[in-house]
Nanobody, 126 residues
Framework: QVEVVESGGGLVPAGGSLRLSCKAS????????MAWFRQAPGKEREFVAA????????YYSDSVKGRFTMSRDNAANAVYLQMNSLEPDDTAVYYC???????????????????WGRGTQVTVSS
């Protein structure tokens, strides 16, 4: 049974920072694709960032590029999302997702991921 668990959400004023953590079970952690998605109230789930595998580049949505940084710690089976210069539009439930394998393309599609956490709430006040 694969388990994905996020943590680190909270309430922060606009311009502030938060760091989300995600731990995913399973061996060979460095070989499968990990991603972050988010879903705001009344909106569809949207892609935030993805890392294909350890050592590969990370991809970001245009809305967070330059403000968010995704990193990976293979020894800890964890990925992180450092969020800086937060804006009220960043308010959402943030989900960590793990693929069953290495994804070579279409990393931005939620359907490519097999395992999801329950999400962590991020609220940015104006």
């Amino acid at each position: 049974q694969v388990e994905v668990v996020e943590s680190g959400g909270g309430l922060v004023p606009a311009g502030g920072s938060l760091r989300l953590s995600c731990k995913a079970s399973g061996d060979t952690f460095n070989t499968y694709t990990m991603a972050w998605f988010r879903q705001a109230p009344g909106k569809e789930r949207e892609f935030v960032a993805a890392n294909r595998r350890s050592g590969d580049m990370t991809y970001y949505s245009d809305s967070v590029k330059g403000r968010f940084t995704m990193s990976r710690d293979n020894a800890a089976n964890a990925v992180y999302l450092q969020m800086n210069s937060l804006e009220p539009d960043d308010t959402a439930v943030y989900y960590c997702a793990r693929a069953r394998r290495l994804i070579l393309s279409a990393l931005r599609l939620s359907s490519m991921y097999n395992y999801w956490g329950r999400g962590t709430q991020v609220t940015v006040s104006s």
